[in-house]
C-alpha cells in the first residue's frame, strides 16, 4: 500500500477518535472573555499528546496582565520530530467566545446528531484542532518516516486579538523565521477553501466636547451630541461611498467584504439614558469605530483620511473640538502566491475532494497577523473544517464528514511540506 493510501486508510480508522476528541474539547468551556478554563483544556490537549509520544511544552503569558491567577493564559504546544527536514507548526487557539442566547442544544454538552457535533467553539475552531492532531497522528499510525517535525499548538484569546497567545510566542521566538518554516492555522474555512490572509482593522476612539448648558436653552450651550452627529452624517456620506469604491485584488469573502468598509462599534453621549435625568445640553459624546482597510491602501492613508474627515467636520462644526484616539491597528496579511504552503494544500485538497481548492481572504483577523508579523514566517496560511459562516451563532455545528476530510488534507499537506513540497 502507498503512504498516501496508508495515511487515508488510518484517518478513516480513527473516525470515531476525532469526534471523542472533538466533543472533549468542546466540554471543556474555554469561554473568552474572561478565559475561562485555558490550563485546563491546554493540559487536556498535552496530555492527550503526551500519550501519544509527543513533547509537550507549556507557555505561560508571564509579563501579560491579563495573565493572571484566576484566569492564567496557558498556551501548549506538542511536537514530533523526524529527520532535519522542515518543521510544520499547525496552531488552533483553544479560546471560544460566549455562548449567548439562542441555543436549542447544551452549547458545552458536546451532542453528536445526523452526523454532526454541536456546541460552542466546535467549527471555531475545536474541531480544527482535533484534525491537527490526528493528521499527525495517521502519519505515525501509517508507518511514515517523518522527514521533518510537526508542531501541534494549542494557544490562548485568538478572539480577543491573541496576545497572550501566539503573539506570545512569537515574541518569545517560539514561533519564529528560522525554527518554524511552514503554519497551518486550522481555522473554519470550508474544507476546499485556503485563506491566504486578512484586511487591516483600524479601531479608533472620537471624542467630541461642546458646553454645558441648561436644556431649557440649548441655545446657550453646545452639544456634543449634534456634533457627533455631524461626524457621523459625513461618515455615512462622504467617506462610505468612498469606500465602496475601493476594491482588493485579494480573494476577500464574503464579496461584500472586498471593499473597504467602517462600523460605528458604540455611541456614548450625555446622560446615561437610564439614570435620573437633569435638565443639560451634553457636553461629551465618544463613539468607536471600527475601519477595515485593504492592502492597497495601507494604514498611513487609512489613518490620515479618517483625521482629515474629522478635522473637516470640526471647521464646519462651531463650538465642538473633537479629538481621535487609536485603540487598535492590525495590518493587513497575504501569504505569498508561490508559497509552498499554499501549494502543498492544494495539491491535498484536490487528492482528498477531487476538487479544485479556492483562495479566500479574512474579512476579518485571526492569529495570521502574529506569524507575519512579529514571527516573520510569511508562510502560513488558514485552513481548516467548520463553515465560517457558522462561527460565533448559536447552534454552532460542525459537520463530522468535513472533519474527516480536513484531517486528511491536513495529514497530506503535512507531509508534503516536510517532504519539501515534491
Ligand atoms: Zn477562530
Not at 498516501?4 to 470515531?16: N, T
Not at 467602517?262 to 455611541?267: F, H, R
Not at 485603540?327 to 495539491?347: K, Q
Request: glycine share 10%; with cysteine; proline share 6%.
Amino acid at each position: 500500500m502507498h503512504d498516501v493510501d496508508k495515511i487515508i486508510a488510518e484517518i478513516d480508522r480513527a473516525q470515531d477518535e476525532i469526534v471523542a476528541l472533538t466533543c472533549d474539547l468542546v466540554r471543556i468551556p474555554t469561554v473568552n472573555p474572561p478565559g475561562e478554563e485555558y490550563d485546563a483544556c491546554a493540559h487536556f490537549l498535552g496530555d492527550f499528546l503526551k500519550r501519544r509520544a509527543f513533547e509537550i511544552e507549556y507557555v505561560e503569558a508571564e509579563g501579560r496582565p491579563e495573565h493572571t491567577a484566576r484566569y492564567p493564559r496557558v498556551n501548549v504546544i506538542g511536537s514530533r520530530r523526524g529527520g532535519s527536514g522542515p518543521v510544520v507548526h499547525l496552531n488552533g487557539h483553544i479560546d471560544v467566545v460566549p455562548a449567548g442566547d439562542g441555543w436549542t442544544v447544551d452549547p458545552f454538552g458536546g451532542l453528536v446528531r445526523d452526523g454532526k457535533i454541536y456546541g460552542r467553539g466546535v467549527c471555531d475552531m475545536k474541531a480544527g484542532i482535533a484534525a491537527a492532531v490526528f493528521a499527525a497522528e495517521a502519519l505515525e499510525r501509517a508507518g511514515v518516516r517523518l522527514p521533518g517535525t510537526v508542531e501541534i499548538s494549542g494557544t490562548v484569546d485568538e478572539e480577543s486579538g491573541g496576545f497572550a497567545g501566539v503573539a506570545h510566542l512569537a515574541e518569545r521566538g517560539r514561533i519564529a523565521q528560522g525554527r518554524t518554516d511552514f503554519v497551518i492555522i486550522p481555522e473554519p474555512l470550508d474544507v476546499d477553501r485556503i485563506c491566504i490572509g486578512h484586511r487591516g482593522v483600524y479601531w479608533f476612539e472620537v471624542t467630541a466636547r461642546g458646553r454645558i448648558g441648561h436644556g431649557s436653552m440649548p441655545f446657550l450651550g453646545v452639544s456634543a451630541i449634534d456634533g457627533m452627529g455631524r461626524l457621523l452624517q459625513s461618515v455615512r456620506e462622504e467617506l462610505m461611498p468612498l469606500l465602496s469604491s475601493r476594491r482588493t485584488d485579494v480573494p476577500v469573502v464574503p464579496p461584500g467584504a472586498r471593499q473597504a468598509t467602517i462600523n460605528v462599534n458604540g455611541i456614548d453621549g450625555g446622560q446615561p439614558v437610564d439614570g435620573i435625568q437633569t435638565p443639560c445640553v451634553a457636553d461629551v459624546c465618544r463613539a468607536v469605530f471600527d475601519r477595515r482597510f485593504l492592502i492597497e491602501e495601507g494604514f498611513d492613508a487609512t489613518k490620515r483620511e479618517v483625521a482629515d474627515l474629522v478635522a473637516s467636520v470640526a471647521a464646519r462644526t462651531n463650538g465642538v473640538r473633537f479629538d481621535v484616539r487609536d485603540l487598535m491597528v492590525v495590518h493587513p496579511t497575504r501569504t505569498p502566491d508561490d508559497s509552498p504552503v499554499i501549494g502543498s494544500l492544494e495539491r491535498a485538497i484536490q487528492s482528498v475532494l477531487g476538487r479544485p481548492a479556492q483562495l479566500i481572504a479574512s474579512p476579518g483577523t485571526y492569529d495570521h497577523k502574529h506569524v507575519a508579523r512579529i514571527a516573520n514566517v510569511p508562510h502560513c496560511v488558514a485552513y481548516g473544517p467548520g463553515a465560517l459562516e457558522l462561527a460565533h451563532q448559536p447552534d454552532e455545528y460542525c459537520r463530522i464528514d468535513d472533519i474527516v476530510s480536513a484531517t486528511k488534507v491536513l495529514a497530506l499537506a503535512t507531509l508534503d511540506l516536510m517532504s519539501g513540497g515534491r
